[in-house]
Every structure is written in C-alpha cells, then in structure tokens.
C-alpha cells in the first residue's frame, strides 16, 4: 500500500507568513508523529497524535506552531507569523497502533524555508 | 531526559568491507527501545534494525547487526558486506514507554566507496 505522503514537498515562505504542512498517514495506522529536522541534524520530537486525539504536544517551540488531526487520519501543521528559525525540513511518521516501541513510517518531509 | 549522543559526525568505508557506528544514550528508565533508521540523499527516513531493551540477544537484519551493551548505555550498529546503497545519513533513535516522543542523535554520514 501507499506509504506517509507529505505536501507540499517545499515551501518557501516570507517572514510573517502562515504555512500549512500536510500529512497523510499510511492508512489505518492510529499514531501519527511530527518532527522537526534542522539542516545536519537528527529530528526533533514536535507533536503526537493516537487517532484525533492530540496526546502530547510538548516538543511544539512555541504558541505560533499548532498541529491537528481532527478525523483522526490527514494531519496538518500550521505554523503563525513564521520566522527565519523556522527553516527546516518538517517530518511525519507514522505507526500501526498506539504507543510503545514501533516501527515508525516517516514520509519525505516537507522542507521549510522562510526568508 | 533522555539523550542520543552519536561521536562520529561522518565515517567512509570500502564496498564489501564492514565499518561499525557508535551511539550511546542516557536514561534512568529500564523499559525503552533502540532503533537505527537510514536516511538516504533526499529520501525519505526507513527503518534498519530495532533491539527491545529487555532481550539480552543482539538484534540481527541480514547484513546489520547491533552490539546492545545495556549496561554500557551502547547500542552500536555493524554492517557487513558494505554495500553502494548503505550510503545515507544513520541515525540512532530511542524510545521509553514513559514517553510519547522518539529521540534522535544528530546521525552519521556513511560514504561506501567503490
């Protein structure tokens, strides 16, 4: 079957501009995971999702960054009033069920540039 | 809270030989899961090997295996038989049961050479 799909695959944003990150999970699998993954780094823990339910949103920087997932499958990250720290490559994965140790299926990203 | 600490920034290796790329972590859970994932030259991030922490046995994926040193804190990944395609960025991740999050060191680049 299809594997984690992200849109769009980059993005080039103007300082104080609103994005939108897409995500489309493998279907069926019930956790969904944002990272974030600056340039020569490993990913960041942003955002965890079991179904619509948003479990953990510790990781999210800051009040401007908001993730939902409100059917419980496509998820989006929207981020406010971007900044030039903002600039990254924003990841999705997903897994088969609930917490615990997985297999996480990552999609190809979603690279963030803000000038 | 936790960490991943990866000292080889980059590593290069001649195809059929074996090369060995180091991770150690730091926590104070007992129960938690270690993963090595590969992310190749503008692809998307796959899963190599993941050892649970409590079997004792080393996980083994065909030509990759990991040294688990639970006591040690290291969980190494070998690759025999390098091959051209294991060129990628690997990164070394773990995963308690106490959190949602998974945490990853800052990854090595492996270059296999012909």
């Known amino acids: 079957g299809a594997g984690v799909s992200q849109s769009p695959r980059y993005k080039v944003a103007k300082r104080g501009q609103d994005v939108a990150l897409r995500c489309d999970p493998i279907?069926?699998?019930?956790?969904l995971f944002w990272y974030q993954q600056a340039l020569g780094q490993g990913p960041e823990f942003l955002t965890y999702?079991?179904?619509?339910?948003?479990?953990?949103k510790s990781g999210l920087p800051s009040d401007r960054f908001f993730a939902e997932r409100p059917e419980g499958s496509v998820s989006t990250l929207k981020i406010q009033r971007t900044q030039q720290e903002d600039s990254a490559v924003y990841l999705c994965?997903?897994?088969?069920?609930?917490?615990?140790?997985?297999?996480?299926?990552f999609g190809p990203g979603t690279r963030l540039l803000v000038l | 809270a936790q960490t991943v600490t990866q000292s080889q920034p980059e590593m290069s290796v001649q195809e059929a030989e074996t090369v060995t790329l180091s991770c150690t972590y730091d926590?104070?859970?007992?129960?938690?899961?270690l993963f090595w994932y590969k992310q190749p030259p503008s692809r998307q991030m796959i899963l190599v090997i993941r050892?649970?922490?409590?079997?004792?046995q080393n996980a083994t994926e065909n030509r990759f295996s990991v040294n688990f040193q639970k006591a040690a804190k290291s969980f190494s990944l070998k690759i025999s038989d390098s091959q051209l395609g294991d060129t990628a960025m690997y990164f070394c991740?773990?995963?308690?049961?106490?959190?949602?999050?998974?945490?990853f060191g800052a990854g090595t680049r492996l270059t296999v050479k012909p």
């Open positions: 999702f079991q179904n619509e339910a948003q479990l953990d």
């Open positions: 994965a997903s897994s088969l069920v609930g917490r615990g140790g997985e297999t996480q299926y």
């Open positions: 926590t104070s859970e007992n129960n938690y899961y």
């Open positions: 279907s069926g699998h019930v956790s």
């Open positions: 050892q649970e922490a409590y079997k004792q």
């Open positions: 991740a773990f995963y308690s049961y106490n959190n949602n999050d998974m945490r």
